[in-house]
T-cell receptor
Framework: GAVVSQHPSRVICKSGTSVKIECRSL??????MFWYRQFPKQSLMLMAT?????????EQGVEKDKFLINHASLTLSTLTVTSAHPEDSSFYIC?????????????FGDGTRLSIL | SQQGEEDPQALSIQEGENATMNCSYK?????LQWYRQNSGRGLVHLIL?????REKHSGRLRVTLDTSKKSSSLLITASRAADTASYFC????????????FGTGTKLQVIP
C-alpha cells in the first residue's frame, strides 16, 4: 500500500521549454503532497507543499511563477517548470502523506531527472 | 536551520557487519524519521520515532532518539549488499501538515 507514482522518470529538453511532472497517489488519497529538489550527492530540499484544493505553499527562495504547482484532486499533483533553463536541471521528487496528522511518514515517487540543454 | 546532520557522510563495511549512522538536529521536534534512497530513485520510509520514544525496532533496524542531546542513531544489523544506499534522517514538526526537513545523508556501502 501507499504507492506514489511519478511521471516522467526522465526528461531531456531544450532551454525555454516548459516541463510538467505528475505525481499520483495510486492507492490512497493524499490531502498533502510535497515537491523536493535534489542536486547530485546532496540532500532533498523542500520546494513547496501542495494541498488539495488550495494554493501551494512555497519555501523561501522558490519562485512560484517558475515552479507552478497544481493539486486538483486527492490523487494528483503536478509541478510545471516554466521556461526551463540549464540551471533548472535537477532531480525532482514528490511525496505524499496519507493525511495531515502529525507523525505520518511520507511516501515518495521515484523522481524525475530533468536535463535542460 | 533545522536541517539534520548525518554522521558519517560515508561508511563502507563488509557484509554481515553492523552499520551505525547518527543524526543530529538543532531545535525541538515532533518526530524523527529515517529514509533510504537507492541511487537515482525516490526515498523509502524506514522507521518513524516520536519525540516521546527512546528506541524503536523494525526487523534488522534499530533507531534510538535522545531529545536531550538532539540526536538519533540508526543501526542496521547483519548488513547485506542490498542495504547499500544513502540513508537520510528527517525531522518532523507539528503545525498544520506533515512537513519534514531532511538531513545531509550517509552513504552506506556494504561489500559482499
Amino acid at each position: 500500500g501507499a504507492v506514489v507514482s511519478q511521471h516522467p522518470s526522465r526528461v531531456i529538453c531544450k532551454s525555454g521549454t516548459s516541463v510538467k511532472i505528475e505525481c499520483r497517489s495510486l492507492d490512497f488519497q493524499a490531502t498533502t503532497m510535497f515537491w523536493y529538489r535534489q542536486f547530485p550527492k546532496q540532500s532533498l530540499m523542500l520546494m513547496a507543499t501542495s494541498n488539495e484544493g488550495s494554493k501551494a505553499t512555497y519555501e523561501q527562495g522558490v519562485e512560484k511563477d517558475k515552479f507552478l504547482i497544481n493539486h486538483a484532486s486527492l490523487t494528483l499533483s503536478t509541478l510545471t517548470v516554466t521556461s526551463a533553463h540549464p540551471e533548472d536541471s535537477s532531480f525532482y521528487i514528490c511525496s505524499a502523506s496519507l493525511n495531515n496528522r502529525v507523525n505520518q511518514p511520507q511516501h515518495f515517487g521515484d523522481g524525475t531527472r530533468l536535463s535542460i540543454l | 536551520s533545522q536541517q539534520g546532520e548525518e554522521d558519517p557522510q560515508a561508511l563502507s563495511i563488509q557484509e554481515g557487519e553492523n552499520a551505525t549512522m547518527n543524526c543530529s538536529y538543532k531545535t525541538s521536534i515532533n518526530n524523527l524519521q529515517w529514509y533510504r534512497q537507492n541511487s537515482g530513485r525516490g526515498l523509502v520510509h524506514l522507521i518513524l520515532i516520536r519525540s516521546n520514544e527512546r528506541e524503536k525496532h523494525s526487523g534488522r533496524l534499530r533507531v534510538t532518539l535522545d531529545t536531550s542531546k538532539k540526536s538519533s542513531s540508526l543501526l542496521i544489523t547483519a548488513s547485506r549488499a542490498a542495504d547499500t544506499a544513502s540513508y537520510f534522517c528527517a525531522t518532523g514538526f507539528s503545525g498544520g501538515y506533515q512537513k519534514v526537513t531532511f538531513g545531509t545523508g550517509t552513504k552506506l556501502q556494504v561489500i559482499p
